[in-house]
């Protein structure tokens, strides 16, 4: 074997193990994929988990600056990477031999850069700027999906269109999600507000006032969120059919755990998402991989 397809095979085993130290989730659907396949969404979870992470906590101790200055040296690490196949930095290069062969370029990387920034140094999102930054964190993370789950084969321009809508749907709707699910630690432990936006709940743009631990959603607020990611899902799921059939139980799995998830959060009161972190059960989980390969990616229902 060669050095250089060793220290790639490497890098991609790494990638392979943030996934599952990570997501279950992720790592449940991503077992339904074609090997090349598997290995370029990894690659990118990996990439992307670990750009999270500088902004998340794993960077202890550091200023806004130094986040930022850590987020542009990544960035710039794949920039190169993707130019000269080659990273010393081992998830930087499983991501750079994924985006070179699938046609991942700055088009989907340079806006999510600019959402992990925004998060680095975090201020109450407006409408304008909440749309920006989930189309960076998510829509264009759907796009490098999009792209990986045809394995550098163009995406049909007869539904391109409909089949990037339906990734930047998913994305958006995973996203979503994770607002309401994250909403004690955004808020209480990050200091971030995404659907304050939205609902007035925190502090005023330009407030230097902290957010408060009883920073809640109303069972209103909550259900109109609910009705946004439910219309995302529906978008995501009607392009299903246009995916590549042997990535089509993967998609469907992870599109039916986020129903699943949504599905949970609309049973659970609005007044304890401030409290708690709703998760799908390992056994549920389960049976929606059985019931995603079973129905071989055909449409199925969001409940909503």
Not at 1 to 15: E, N, V, Y
Not at 235 to 261: E, G, K, N, S, Y
Request: hydrophobic share 40%; proline share 6%; aromatic share 6%.
């Amino acid at each position: 074997m060669r050095r250089s397809d060793l220290h790639t095979r490497t890098a991609q085993g790494a990638a392979a193990r943030v996934m599952r130290e990570y997501s279950t989730s992720f790592s449940l659907a991503a077992r339904l994929l074609p090997p090349p396949v598997r290995t370029h969404i990894t690659s990118i979870y990996s990439l992307v988990r670990v750009a999270d992470e500088v902004v998340d906590g794993a960077f202890e101790g550091s200023t806004p600056a130094q986040r930022i200055a850590e987020l542009d040296a990544l960035e710039e690490r794949v920039r190169a990477a993707v130019e000269r196949g080659f990273s010393a930095d081992a998830y930087v290069h499983a991501f750079g031999w994924s985006a070179r062969r699938v046609g991942i370029g700055p088009a989907q990387w340079e806006p999510f850069f600019d959402s992990m920034r925004a998060d680095a140094d975090p201020r109450p999102h407006g409408a304008a700027s909440l749309r920006e930054y989930i189309h960076g964190s998510a829509e264009v993370v759907g796009e490098m999906c999009l792209l990986a789950f045809h394995d550098g084969a163009p995406v049909p321009a007869g539904h391109r269109a409909d089949a990037v809508a339906g990734a930047r749907a998913l994305g958006s709707a995973f996203q979503t999600v994770n607002f309401l699910r994250d909403l004690r630690e955004d808020t209480i432990g990050l200091g971030r507000s995404y659907l304050p936006a939205a609902f007035n709940l925190g502090p005023k743009t330009g407030s230097t006032e902290p957010m408060q631990e009883n920073t809640t959603l109303t069972e209103e607020q909550k259900e109109a969120v609910l009705a946004d990611i439910r219309a995302d899902l529906r978008t995501a799921q009607r392009t299903i059919p246009l995916l590549p059939q042997p990535v089509r139980p993967a998609v469907r799995l992870a599109h039916d755990l986020f129903a699943a998830l949504a599905d949970t959060l609309d049973d659970t009161a609005a007044s304890e998402l401030a409290r708690t972190r709703v998760r799908v059960p390992s056994r549920r989980k389960l049976v929606l991989a059985a019931t995603a390969v079973g129905r071989r990616g055909l449409p199925g229902m969001v409940r909503g």
